[in-house]
């Protein structure tokens, strides 16, 4: 049987606090998962972060916005918190703030948190905050070791119901970040300022390319320590999750980089980690070949192709991108080793993007899903049916898409900065426990 997933973030479940959390619609959302068959949960980074979830400030820390008010009171931290209108759209604000330090002034430090805040890479985070943001590193530590707990004891619910989770790592930290001030010598820099901005060329996307307000890697001097500092990531995110999405795979290869003051149109491909990084990564018994699924989407080389084809990763493919519409065939529906979407966080909903289509090619489309005995009169459902029948190996669709929603719900425009990118949130699942169905 066809393995079937499901791609909602965190800050998009719905929460009488303004963002979803690590709380009760976690745990509702996974029994809805479970009840449906469903065995996978993407859920994007959960990495402390800036203005996206992909510009990490730590690869170790959480993102505070997430931890759980209702879980701060079950533990007896808390007394009742206020609530707020469940709207459509995330806040991002310190709504949940005064209750943080509520549960602080409350905490009796454990064995189990003694444990926790020996770990290295929290202290540097913690450190990090204090100096660069004139936080309590004490308040920063408890708020990391509740944020793990709520995630570790949500992790091993949603296993128990048979639901793995797939967190997805972003291939770099942003400039200014705990990972940049501790360990500056795994990135490109000269006389202690940073060279290169990673980015990507022109593309689908963005017409200009992009700039990702991250640094680079210094891969030499990553590799003369036998990459020792990027496993350790991995490793660390495996225990976060069942199965990691590995961001810009074609930046192992070869990434782009643009010089600092330039525009992405002035960068320039550089060679990566590649083979060295992965041979050596492979060797840990910490990491699992099929607990690795690669992002190959872009502007891949044969190089990329070659390096993927070399360990056989399981890779994503994406709908809206394969389909042919003069041939009316999916060109990659004959790989196994794929996890096909109609598509991820960075692409429109399906009914977004059938909008876009010129009436040619909804037609196309329409034949294209007959063909495949997929005759619903909603272009979702009649996705979601030959994703289910199509020989990839996992099919993952968008919360938005079971609902059939449109351009509106999107939860990201690349290259775009607005307050609707990362913004999207369900109000209830009264709709996706009925449409949920439809992917059965």
């Known amino acids: 049987m066809k393995e079937k997933g499901i791609l909602l973030p965190i800050f998009s479940l719905p929460s009488k606090y303004g963002i979803g959390d690590f709380g009760y619609e976690a745990y509702e959302f996974i029994d809805i998962l479970s009840e449906n068959n469903i065995s996978y949960w993407e859920i994007l ?87 660069e943001k004139g936080e309590d590193r004490e308040y920063i530590l408890f708020i990391q070791y509740i944020l793990h707990k709520q995630w570790m004891e949500l992790k091993k619910y949603a296993n128990k119901k048979n639901v793995k989770i797939i967190g997805d790592m972003p291939v770099y930290p942003v400039f200014n970040s705990a990972e940049t001030k501790y360990h500056p010598e795994c990135f490109e820099m000269k006389d202690g300022k940073f060279t290169y901005e990673a980015g990507t060329p022109p593309d689908y996307f963005n017409s200009d390319g992009q700039k990702w307000n991250s640094p680079v890697y210094n891969v030499e001097n990553i590799k003369k320590k036998k990459c020792k500092y990027l496993i350790k990531r991995f490793e660390y995110q495996l225990k976060l999750f069942d199965k990691i999405r590995i961001d810009y795979f074609r930046g192992y290869d070869s990434f782009f980089k643009i010089p600092i003051g330039k525009s992405g149109k002035e960068g320039f491909y550089s060679d990566g980690l590649s083979y060295v990084f992965f041979d050596e990564l492979l060797k840990s018994k910490k990491v699992k070949k099929e607990n690795l699924i690669i992002e190959d989407l872009g502007d891949i080389r044969e190089e990329t192709v ?135």
């Open 45 to 131: 980074p959960i990495n402390a972060h800036e203005e996206s979830p992909y510009s990490p400030i730590s690869y170790y820390a959480l993102e505070s916005k997430y931890l759980s008010l209702d879980k701060l009171k079950e533990d007896g931290l808390i007394k009742a918190p206020e609530t707020r209108e469940n709207k459509d759209r995330a806040l991002y604000d310190d709504f949940k703030e005064k209750y943080y330090k509520e549960a602080f002034s409350n905490f009796k430090k454990d064995s189990k948190y003694d444990k926790f805040i020996k770990t290295k890479e929290i202290n540097e985070y913690a450190d990090f905050m204090q100096d």
């Open 306 to 440: 070659a390096l993927r084809e070399h360990y056989n990763f399981t890779r994503q493919k994406i709908l809206q991108f394969t389909i042919d519409f003069n041939n009316l065939i999916d060109r990659d529906n004959d790989a196994e080793n794929v996890l096909v979407f109609p598509g991820n966080h960075d692409c429109n909903t399906i009914y977004g993007w059938y909008k876009t289509l010129s009436e040619e090619y909804k037609q196309s489309l329409k034949e294209f899903l007959k063909r495949n005995n997929c005759n619903n009169i909603n272009v979702n459902i009649g996705i979601m049916q030959y994703l289910i029948k199509c020989k990839a190996q996992m099919a993952i669709i968008m919360v938005q898409d079971v609902l059939g929603l449109d351009e509106s719900a999107r939860i990201n425009m690349p290259g775009t900065i607005s307050n609707e990118n990362w913004s999207w949130k369900l109000i209830d699942f009264t709709d996706f426990k009925e449409r949920i169905k439809d992917f059965n």
